[in-house]
């Protein structure tokens, strides 16, 4: 039987990977290699196009405005792509600055607006306090069980961004500043796509919500997730580390 396989697509990596954004893409290789699963990791930077590979999941992180705005030069030439396979249900993690970049625009200061590829119904518009610190929140859609899914990241960014109509949030805030430090909700959630402030990174101190991309990326291919249970000793450390600290 041939083995399990997942495409990722990791987007700008040299341009938008701060607070160790990486380490969900990192998160994602273990945990899938743990199950026997291969991930296969493509980086794509500017002027590189998606090559014609069927990806399954999708990750990009956050940067500052300068390379928000080289960022958001090479997205208005894969758009079409993205906003296809994002109606699609492709899975997609998209960490602050990559966030606001899915959405209509960031408009940063006094500056002109940073144009995003319009698949999120959101936008963006820099505040005068930077948002920072430890958040804790509660993801809205409920596990099996009922049980709310508690998520920890850390969060910087000036940006608040606010919330159309046909898109959810991801998360209610308990502790921190989240999408605009004004409605108490954290990052968004449209199909598959998981937008989001937190970094720090995000995936191994919050482990369910790396297994919950992992799956949904499988069951897309209309596959089962492996049931091999992992040691996440050091994960719950951290997060109930994190689920501590104040903002
Ligand atoms: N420049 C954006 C902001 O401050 C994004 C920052 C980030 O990705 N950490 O809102």
């Given at each position: 039987m041939s083995p399990l396989t997942l495409e990722l697509a990791y987007l700008y990596p040299k341009l938008l990977n701060i607070y160790g954004d990486k380490g969900n893409v990192l998160t994602l290789s273990f945990r899938c290699k743990s199950r026997g699963i291969n991930l296969n990791v493509t980086t794509i930077g500017p002027?590189?196009?998606?090559?014609g590979k069927d990806f399954d999941i999708f990750f990009i992180g956050g940067g500052q405005d300068q390379q928000q705005v080289l960022v958001s030069n090479d997205l208005q030439i894969k758009k079409k792509e993205l906003v296809n396979l994002i109606e699609n249900e492709v899975v997609f993690l998209a960490v602050c600055g990559g966030y606001q970049l899915l959405g209509k625009y960031y408009k940063a200061g006094e500056g002109a607006e940073i144009p995003?590829?319009?698949?999120?119904d959101l936008y963006t518009v820099a505040g005068n306090k930077r948002m920072i610190g430890n958040v804790l929140c509660e993801e809205i859609e409920r596990k099996e069980g009922g049980h709310p899914s508690l998520i920890v990241g850390f969060e910087n960014h000036s940006g608040k961004t606010f919330l159309g109509n046909s898109i959810k949030p991801f998360a209610k805030v308990i502790r921190g500043g989240g999408n605009?430090?004004?409605?108490?909700f954290e990052g968004a959630r449209y199909k598959n796509v998981f937008g989001t402030y937190?970094?720090?990174?995000?995936l191994p101190k919050n482990p369910h919500l790396a297994d919950k991309l992992i799956r949904l990326a499988l069951e897309r291919k209309g596959l089962n997730m492996p049931e091999v249970a992992l040691d996440d000793g050091f994960e719950e450390t951290a997060h109930r580390k994190v689920k501590t600290l104040h903002y």
């Open positions: 002027g590189e196009n998606l090559q995003g590829i319009e698949a999120l605009n430090g004004e409605d108490g937190l970094h720090g990174s995000l």
